[in-house]
T-cell receptor
Framework: GQQVMQIPQYQHVQEGEDFTTYCNSS?????IQWYKQRPGGHPVFLIQ?????EVKKQKRLTFQFGEAKKNSSLHITATQTTDVGTYFC????????????FGQGTTLQVKP | GAGVSQTPSNKVTEKGKYVELRCDPI?????LYWYRQSLGQGPEFLIY????????DSGLPNDRFFAVRPEGSVSTLKIQRTERGDSAVYLC???FGGGPRNEQFFGPGTRLTVL
């Protein structure tokens, strides 16, 4: 079945450093979504990418969708302590159902 | 309501017992999803409803798990003969319209502990 993998599993950075998490799917995705889960919280939607090669920015966050629509990345510039949490990518396959497959997430710790 | 709500927030039960977990989606959201999240893992898809019908139940692990949404709003996830391996946080999400391209709004989850 479809699998979505993320690396790294954990990342510890000093406040102000950059951070990147990578997402890879075993199959071509129709689109990809990114969610953030704070410690003790629930996933919160960040963004959706649909087009091949698409790049979107949200302030210090940059999201990319690969040309083959099988991989994606999230890059945070100049991390802040408020960025702490687990970042999940989640993809829909091409079957057009509501089945969203999540990666295992990358947990970001930011040292002040 | 303002967001997705789930009850109870915590449920402790004994092995072999039956449990029901409830989800109230955002008003007007036609699609509803159930996920299970174990510690250190991403949410694992269980089932997706479009209206009253289960559009995709391929994530239900076995026939001990069943979910209903009789009026197209509130949903109940039912687990029979619970096992210790069922312990996890059960998340519910809803979206305006089903299928891809829709942002999912998650509830706070129900933490299930099977002793």
């Amino acid at each position: 079945g479809q699998q979505v993998m993320q690396i790294p599993q954990y990342q510890h950075v000093q406040e102000g450093e950059d951070f990147t998490t990578y997402c890879n799917s075993s199959t071509t995705l129709s689109n990809i979504q990114w969610y953030k889960q704070r410690p003790g919280g629930h996933p919160v939607f960040l963004i959706q990418l649909v087009k091949s090669g698409e790049v979107k920015k949200q302030k210090r966050l940059t999201f990319q969708f690969g040309e083959a629509k099988k991989n994606s990345s999230l890059h945070i510039t100049a991390t802040q302590t408020t960025d702490v949490g687990t970042y999940f990518c989640a993809g829909y396959g091409s079957s057009n159902t509501g089945k969203l497959i999540f990666g295992q997430g990358t947990t970001l710790q930011v040292k002040p | 309501g303002a967001g997705v709500s789930q009850t109870p927030s915590n449920k402790v039960t004994e092995k072999g017992k039956y449990v029901e977990l409830r989800c109230d989606p955002i008003s007007g959201h036609t699609a509803l999803y159930w996920y299970r999240q174990s510690l250190g893992q991403g949410p694992e898809f269980l089932i997706y409803f479009q209206g009253t019908g289960a559009a995709d139940d391929s994530g239900l692990p076995n026939d001990r798990f069943f979910a209903v949404r009789p009026e197209g709003s509130v949903s109940t996830l039912k687990i029979q003969r619970t096992e210790r391996g069922d312990s996890a946080v059960y998340l519910c999400a809803s979206s305006f319209g089903g299928g891809p391209r829709n942002e999912q709004f998650f509830g706070p989850g129900t933490r299930l502990t099977v002793l």
